[in-house]
């Protein structure tokens, strides 16, 4: 009788078995990546929701013709939202906003997730005052075109609902009712129709994120050279090897409000296109 293997040796073999095994996807996301995703994710809901009644006002603007007499409908922001309160109530204010965190979730977590993936093709490293703007610019307009590819039919559905009326102008119930309803008006699922406008959509949305990730990190950097500069300062910035909240908060804000500059005319002829 073979006397038993001894309990190293079966431990080994395990380990042995188990890289060569080919790991699952969960098996290859860290538990920082994860955080990250979950992390992003919710900062994009909560985000979103704040900012549903000038996001619906946004669309109106863009959308409105002018009358026979050139007038306009919709006029300021304060007449705006007044106005959507006496037809629509509080409702109004986020009208679609439900469909814009159903989007807004993946695809903040495809965006970063795709960016970082980006940035190991393209070898930029992890230390912001070593990468190439180029590159990151690079990355985060591929990073963009990921995202938008892989949510647009959300987007799609979001603008039809923000965009339509009340009581007999209101075509879609709800989320579902629109997916099926446009599917079935407009060609169906091969005929491209939940992708309606997203060429003017990634020609705006690939240099606004790529933009909006290159000024970030790029002020990042800066900012930690001169906080590094600083004695009072620098113990704590090498310490987490990051910024803190704050200075990253302002960081955001400006790269946000340049690239968003850039990306508005686009969003115009997009949401034209999508309600075409």
């Known amino acids: 009788m073979a006397a038993p293997a001894p309990a190293n ?5 395990e380990e042995d078995e188990g890289l060569r095994r080919p790991s699952s996807l969960w098996d290859r996301v860290t538990l920082s ?12 809901a909560v985000s979103r929701t704040a900012v549903s009644p000038l996001e619906r006002m946004k669309i109106l603007f863009q959308l409105q013709v002018e009358t026979v007499k050139g007038e306009r409908k919709f006029q300021g922001m304060a007449s705006t939202l007044r106005l959507i309160w006496r037809e629509e109530g509080v409702k109004g204010y986020f009208k679609g906003n439900g ?21 190991k093709l393209l070898g930029i490293p992890d230390d912001v005052r ?6 990151r610019l690079v990355a985060g307009g591929l990073a963009g075109i990921t995202s938008v590819t892989a949510t ?16 007999p102008d209101r075509k879609y119930k709800n989320v579902r009712h629109a997916f099926r309803t446009i599917l079935k008006e407009e060609g169906g699922m091969w ?3 939940l992708y309606r406008g997203i060429f003017p959509t990634l020609c705006g949305i690939a240099p606004y994120v790529g933009l909006n990730f290159a000024v970030y990190e790029t002020l990042k950097g800066w900012v930690m050279l001169q906080l590094l500069e600083d004695d009072d300062n620098r113990q704590q910035v090498e310490l987490d090897s990051e910024l803190p909240v704050g200075w990253k908060l302002g960081c955001g804000a400006i790269a946000g409000a340049l690239g968003q500059s850039g990306e508005c005319h686009m969003t115009t002829s997009d949401c034209h296109v999508i309600l075409t």
């Not at 040796?9 to 073999?13: N, P, S, Y």
């Not at 990546?33 to 994009?44: I, N, W």
């Not at 469909?99 to 807004?104: E, G």
Request: net charge neutral; charged share 20%; proline share 5%.
């Open 152 to 167: 647009y039919p959300l987007d799609l559905v979001r603008t039809r609902l923000s965009a339509q009326g009340e009581g």
């Open 130 to 135: 070593e990468q190439s703007p180029l590159k």
């Open 99 to 119: 469909t814009n965190v159903m989007r807004i979730v993946p695809y903040v977590a495809v965006q970063f997730a795709a960016y970082e993936e980006y940035k």
């Open 9 to 13: 040796a079966t431990i080994q073999e």
């Open 191 to 193: 005929s491209g129709c």
């Open 33 to 44: 990546q994860l955080k990250h995703l979950v992390a992003g994710g919710v900062a994009g």
